[in-house]
């Protein structure tokens, strides 16, 4: 993914907060003629924190479709000055962020794609979810999988489209023995049903996304076939510490195969 550091910046109001659970929320501002997205692109969001604008990156959840600018995070009871001044922003008032970019988005090239993510990580996986379910040509058949322990976040959505969407399974996972069981199961069903390896997406925290990497590398899935919105560590990329990496958070520091989707950060 491309380093959503750019010195252009756009505003943007804030719609309105959701809040999923005791730490979950969305921000959904309002859509901006001069923001243009697509599915799996992030920005970094930049807010005044103690008199300094700080800027921390984030996946859109939403797909312009929905006429909505959207970010999921978590914010919890020790969240740093820059979830706090987040969590504080009232309806009306603006951040400021930077040219949507990333390489995350649907490949369509007439394959199943499977989409693998941890807690907040279902909001990037929501956006390619949403794009499927609005023109699913070229993909033969999307699921998708997410483990988190804490909450189903985005669940009843999924079901939703599942209702209406016949090439298209939503799994939830409370663990990771459940994750890998449900993982076995589905890429037994592709390989069996569909001629065509899968494109599989991986999405969030660091640890997530390296072993799921390793496991699907035991099972045989080639690198080629593997896509993640993370980077190899190379630099600085100019985000800013108070707020966390800027460029995805998945700074994976150990050397995978050249073949895997693994952009690196261009100082």
């Not at 969590?87 to 394959?111: A, D, M, Q």
């Not at 794609?113 to 909001?123: E, H, T, Y």
């Not at 489209?161 to 663990?175: Q, S």
Request: aromatic share 10%; proline share 3%; hydrophobic share 35%.
């Amino acid at each position: 993914m491309a380093c959503s550091c750019k010195d252009e910046r756009i505003a943007l109001e804030l719609m309105e907060v959701i809040k999923h659970d005791d730490e979950t929320f969305s921000f959904d501002f309002h859509m901006n003629p001069s923001v243009h997205w697509k599915e799996g692109d992030s920005s970094k969001v930049y807010i005044s924190v103690n008199e300094k604008w700080i800027g921390k990156k984030f996946s859109y959840a939403t797909i312009p479709d929905e006429k909505r600018i959207r970010f999921t995070t978590r914010i919890r009871e020790n969240a740093s000055a820059y979830k706090q001044a987040l969590n504080n922003l009232k309806k009306g008032e603006s951040v400021e962020i930077t040219v949507p970019s990333g390489e995350f988005y649907l490949r369509r090239e007439n394959r199943p794609v499977l989409i693998l993510s941890n807690g907040v990580g279902i909001a990037a996986a929501r956006s390619l979810i949403y794009a499927y379910d609005h023109d699913s040509s070229d993909v033969s058949m999307l699921a998708s999988i997410n483990v988190n322990h804490t909450s189903e976040l985005y669940q009843n959505e999924m079901m939703q489209i599942e209702k209406h969407t016949r090439y298209f399974t939503a799994h939830y996972a409370e663990n990771r023995t459940e994750f890998y069981q449900s993982l076995d199961f589905v890429l037994q069903n592709m390989m069996v049903y569909l001629s065509d390896d899968p494109i599989i997406y991986v999405v969030g925290s660091t640890l997530f996304v390296s072993n799921t990497i390793e496991y699907l590398m035991n099972m045989g899935i080639s690198g080629h076939d593997i896509i993640t919105d993370g980077h190899v560590s190379a630099g600085s990329c100019g985000c800013d510490d108070e707020a966390g990496c800027g460029c995805g958070g998945n700074e994976l520091l150990y050397l995978y195969p050249d073949h895997i989707q693994l952009p690196v950060i261009k100082v």
